[in-house]
């Protein structure tokens, strides 16, 4: 059909008084005059006379859209060619030129000509568009075959031109090339809008090319389509032809740009979702081999279209339809501003209103398996899926919001679908579209959205919703819902496009926990449960970020995502958990079946004592009898348990200080059985001859009874024998003292060893007589002598924290009766407080770097070392009489120092409330944090730390902190001296 523009109808706008119309006017007169000016006088003629013809099309142009005035003053001859053939004929030859171009042409002359004919296709379908002449479907028909012509001479002319590149001796043509260029989305469907981008894929058969090997030839088409784009999009002074879209191949964060059938055809199968079925129902092969493309499109036939009706899969797409946020009833909609593609009542929801009744219907249905949308929705209709008033009413609004789409995106060339934002705008723009005033265009607009809204909203009548009740939350397809966005950001997330990014990625299988169907449907549901419980957090972004790190350490999802959605309070717990506490989320996301233990009634009840809590762990190991079994149960135990006081600390239902004496538990309980186990698995039957043991001395935070999540153990192994040289008889044969070497060594290693549930302490042996030097056990009575004879003060102020853990019992004995001897020696004091001072400036030269060290909890001056050495060196110097009755515990310690008037009351109470604040922060710091502690730190660390110190905010934490550690190395230096420089 061959229409001239003296076939339209006349434009009817008021054009009010406002600037847009003023330059209209003066371009006008531009146009008959300087633009023409260098053109012959018969030219000039033709162009006025058909401006003058066309005056309110022209003023229609020139008040709506600077892009197609920018090209009528360029160029003003096309009028010339426009008035003699009329928009059909004139794109017709445009298409042949296209098709007719020199292939031996360079790069610059193909681009440069490329771009001039997409003005020239611009230019007329708007011009047939605005005057009334075409249809839709002619608009958007001729915009796709101007993309189709272009990308097939593009990728004829890179084929010629990468052949000579790669050494081919016959160039392949583009249909033998064995690859396929498929379009996607509306380019697929031929249903491309006025300044869209183009979504293609490229996929190329492995052995296409035979001269050249597997990688060369995956480079050939990479390179290939890399210039493709650059053909396309590059722009130049011209502008561009058109913008490339790459991103709906498989897995496009972690693919090249060009795959092959067989990695396709294998991402299909094993991880493909239902938004890529969604997108490849408007797939065509644009370019390319034909066979390839046939063999491809029937490879992508099962996975897009399901041969029977999977409820499973049907499942799945409702689950995709419910995280859009569906308003029912008819909410007020603001017209200034809204996006009309992705907005309420928009585009995207007519499209998926069809596409998501073709996945579920299109598997036994083969008449439901078109591209365009309009067609499929009569096509519903006559299948008996929807009505046909819904069908009449969502063609109109299709065709309206299509409409106003390209109206949009004609004012600047600009992939856009937001209406302008003020009400100058708005009313310049209502001009553009045809409207006598904004009235009539906003009551048009408003009615067209809920139409569409109303529609949409009754695909959700049924089943859960998968939306949050503040939006959307849509993370399908290669790019941001924006309403989505919204969304996010209104729940606090100030990552939001981001946050986008990453979650979509979570449905690409590219880690362990969503490699399965099930798993990547799990997720979906639980989903805005989950980013909600997120958002509560004191910092969303970084909780989430936690979250997500979370996620891809997971080595299955199908367990943990099941048991999130059956227990919304766990799914809070696990965002609290990874928000603020990463040991214990990285030790989750190692072994999520840790999450078992949640489920125990007793999980948020404290510790039983530690005599129960061995017994637990003994009856936890009854009728194991193989050593790897019993360092993985062990390994289970002291991991589910850790985890139960990670939990308790972060509720605050643990204080500093009894979360330090539940960590010991697990820990005494740990050594106790595992060294038992080691002995028996080397002794069986045997017994050891008389006087012969071997015992295990806690220290440090161990044997305080103070821990931390991240402790490690200061032990010394001690062993007694009356003969060392007496042979004996176990598993093997060997003298008492070989035997007590190798006994140390598996137990040592026991402790240590990781296995597949993970590793279970650190061991520090540096505070044994010989250093890290020497044999692993120690004999008695060198320990002995050494204490007397070559003990440094500080080892004797270790002692004072010693802790027999397990062992012979009459050794045990000896042990704690040498330390008593040890706490009786006689002292000089003022050696004592130098040495005491001495050592802790040496400390803190060692630990405390150039600025502040106010955080450094433990080394700081004043801080929890001043504390626990006030406590074991004035234990020390007073042992004469309190050798009886000093105990392991720092606290304890500082309670006996003060009953007994070696502290006064003040002091001592001001020591205990700062270990008490001490103790609850490094708590929290060694659960949250990796790293040593510098702020500034996350919001939700503050919030714990504020909560640890019962003090409303940070501002008054760093002053009590800085008044603790003030008031603290005051009584260090009144009870032992300056530190000396």
């Keep these: 059909m061959t229409r001239s523009f003296s076939d339209r109808k006349k434009i009817n706008v008021k054009r009010g008084d406002n600037e847009a119309n003023r330059v209209a006017h003066s371009h006008l007169e531009d146009c008959k005059s300087i633009w023409i000016a260098e053109l012959s006088a018969e030219a000039q003629s033709a162009i006025i006379a058909f401006v003058n013809d066309h005056e309110d099309l022209f003023l229609q142009i020139f008040a709506g859209s600077s892009f197609l005035t920018r090209i009528i003053r360029t160029r003003p001859n096309l009028l010339i060619e426009l008035a003699e053939d009329g928009p059909d004929v004139f794109c017709e030859k445009i298409l042949t030129l296209i098709f007719d171009q020199d292939l031996s042409c360079d790069r610059d002359g193909l681009m440069r000509d490329l771009r001039l004919y997409r003005q020239s296709i611009s230019l007329a379908t708007a011009m047939a568009d605005i005057a009334g002449l075409w249809s839709l479907e002619e608009v958007t028909g ?37 690859c396929v260029v498929l379009g996607m989305g509306k380019y697929g469907a031929r249903e491309l809008n006025y300044s869209s981008d183009i979504d293609i894929v490229v996929f190329y058969e492995p052995d296409g090319i035979v001269s050249l090997d597997s990688h060369k030839l995956a480079e050939f088409w990479i390179d290939l389509t890399r210039d493709l784009s650059t053909i396309l999009q590059f722009t130049t002074d011209a502008g561009f032809v058109f913008r490339v879209d790459l991103r709906l191949r498989p897995d496009p964060g972690s693919t090249p740009v060009a795959v092959s059938i067989p990695a396709a055809e294998t991402y299909y199968e094993s991880f493909g979702q239902n938004w890529e079925r969604a997108a490849f129902i408007k797939a065509r092969q644009i370019a390319g081999d034909k066979r390839t493309g046939d063999k491809l499109l029937a490879i992508l036939s099962p996975f897009i279209w399901r041969k029977n009706l999977d409820f499973a899969a049907i499942e799945d797409v409702h689950a995709m339809k419910r995280q859009i946020h569906a308003v029912r009833g008819h909410g007020q909609i603001a017209v200034a501003g809204h996006n009309i593609k992705l907005g309420r009542g928009g585009i995207r929801e007519i499209e998926f209103f069809v596409q998501t009744q073709q996945l579920i219907a299109g598997g036994r249905d083969k008449s439901l398996r078109g591209s365009q949308t309009c067609p499929m929705l009569k096509q519903l209709a006559e299948r008996g899926w929807i009505k046909t008033e819904t069908v009449d009413e969502l063609t109109t609004a299709y065709h309206f919001l299509r409409g106003i789409e390209h109206r949009l995106q004609m004012q600047q060339d600009e992939q856009t679908h937001t209406l302008p934002k003020t009400e100058e705008k708005l009313q310049i723009f209502s001009d553009f579209c045809g409207y006598e005033t904004l009235d009539d265009f906003r009551s048009r607009l408003t009615e067209v959205l809920k139409t569409v809204q109303t529609h949409y909203a009754e695909l959700f009548e049924q089943g859960e919703v998968l939306a949050d009740e503040m939006g959307n939350l849509v993370f399908v397809g290669s790019e941001n819902d924006p309403e989505t966005l919204e969304t996010l950001s209104q729940m606090g997330f100030a990552r939001a496009a981001q946050m986008s990014d990453e979650i979509r990625g979570w449905h690409s299988g590219r880690f362990a926990a969503v490699r399965t169907p099930r798993a990547r449907e799990l997720l979906t549901r639980i989903k805005p449960r989950l980013l909600k419980s997120l958002s509560q957090t004191p910092d969303p972004d970084f909780a989430f970020a936690r979250f997500n790190d979370f996620l891809t350490g997971l080595p299955s999802g199908i367990q943990i995502f099941s048991l999130f959605q059956s227990n919304p ?21 190692r072994r999520p079946v840790t999450l078992d233990s949640l489920l125990d009634p007793n999980f948020n009840q404290p510790l039983s004592d530690a005599d129960e809590v061995l017994q637990e762990l003994q009856s936890y190991m009854s009728g194991i009898t193989h050593f790897e079994d019993m360092l993985d149960a062990t390994r289970r135990w002291h991991r589910e348990n850790i985890f139960r006081i990670g939990t308790q600390i972060l509720s605050g239902k643990l204080t500093g200080h009894t979360a ?46 103070e821990m931390t999540v991240s402790s490690d153990l200061d032990l010394i192994i001690v062993c007694a024998a009356e003969d060392y040289a007496q042979e004996v008889t176990y598993t093997a044969s060997s003298s008492m003292e070989v035997f007590f070497s190798r006994a140390a060594r598996r137990f040592i290693s026991a402790m240590t060893a990781p296995t597949s549930e993970g590793y279970l302490f650190d061991i520090d042996m540096r505070l044994r007589p010989t250093g890290n030097a020497g044999p692993l056990v120690t004999k008695f009575k060198s320990f002995e002598d050494y204490q007397f004879s070559n003990a440094w003060l500080w080892e004797h102020m270790a002692l004072t924290r010693g802790r027999v853990l397990a062992g012979g019992k009459n050794l045990t004995n000896q042990i704690q009766a040498l330390q008593k001897k040890v706490f009786q020696m006689t002292r000089d004091p003022d050696e004592s407080r130098y040495n005491i001072a001495d050592m802790k400036k040496r400390l803190e030269a060692h630990h405390i770097k150039k600025g502040d060290a106010k955080w450094d909890i433990k080394h700081a001056p004043g801080g929890l070392v001043d504390i626990e050495f006030i406590a074991q060196g004035l234990c020390l110097m007073h042992g004469e009489a309190l050798a009886e009755r000093i ?14 008037h070696i502290l006064s009351p003040d002091d001592k109470t001001r020591l205990i409330e700062a270990l008490s604040v001490y103790s609850g922060l490094l708590q929290i710091f060694r659960l949250c944090l990796d790293t040593p502690a510098v702020p500034p730190f996350s919001q939700s660390l503050n919030l714990l730390l504020c909560q640890s110190s019962a003090l409303p905010d940070m501002a008054h934490l760093e002053q009590a902190l800085s008044e603790h550690q003030k008031s603290v190395r005051d009584i260090f230096v009144r009870m032992f001296g300056q530190l000396s420089d």
């Design 142 to 178: 001729t915009l796709t075959d101007f993309a189709d012509a272009s990308v097939r001479i593009s990728l004829d002319w890179l084929l010629k031109n990468k052949s000579a590149q790669y050494g081919l001796d016959i160039p392949p043509t583009g249909d033998q090339c064995q």
């Design 887 to 900: 105990c392991t515990s720092t606290q304890s310690n500082l309670e006996l120092l003060g009953a007994e």
């Design 660 to 705: 330090g004496e539940d960590i010991t538990k697990v820990a005494d309980a740990s050594t106790r059985v595992i060294f038992d186990f080691v002995m028996k698995d080397l002794l069986g039957d045997v017994t050891l001859p008389d006087g012969s043991e071997m015992a295990v001395l806690g220290l440090g935070k161990l044997g305080s009874r």
């Design 569 to 589: 309070d766990l799914l809070n717990l696990i965002t609290d958990i990874v928000g603020t506490a990463p040991r214990l989320s990285a030790q989750l996301s």
